[in-house]
């Protein structure tokens, strides 16, 4: 499975992006994890063919995850962005809700950079 990630951008503090991933093919479970400077990669949220989803407490209540089966396709709507989700965005695909790196598909990274 390939994926190709699109969106990220220079936003203001409280402001909104949204990012987009498309697969190859089909596959149950699409997600973003995330990788700032100096810290360890994060999983963001995550979603499966069905709709069930799984969120970081920090993003939980801003973000938004969904994806359209039809087209292979996940979104991640960001909203009341903050300067500490500032990082490297990484769209991942595979089989299981959390996503385990060692187990997953990546796409390229997309820059998100949110300022204060």
């Known amino acids: 499975v390939q994926l190709q990630a699109s969106g990220g951008g220079l936003v203001q503090a409280g402001g909104s992006l949204r990012l987009s991933c498309a697969a190859s093919?089909?596959?149950?479970?699409m997600g973003w994890y995330r990788q700032a400077p100096e810290k360890p990669r994060e999983l963001v949220a995550s979603i499966t063919s069905g709709g069930t989803t799984n969120y970081a407490d920090s993003v939980k209540g801003r973000f938004t995850i969904r994806r359209d089966n039809a087209k292979n396709t996940v979104y991640l709507q960001m909203n009341s962005l903050k300067p500490e989700d500032t990082a490297v965005y990484y769209c991942?695909?595979?089989?299981?809700?959390?996503?385990?790196?060692?187990?997953?598909?990546w796409g390229q990274g997309t820059q998100v950079t949110v300022s204060s």
């Open positions: 093919g089909s596959i149950n479970v």
């Open positions: 991942a695909a595979g089989t299981s809700l959390w996503l385990v790196p060692g187990l997953a598909y």
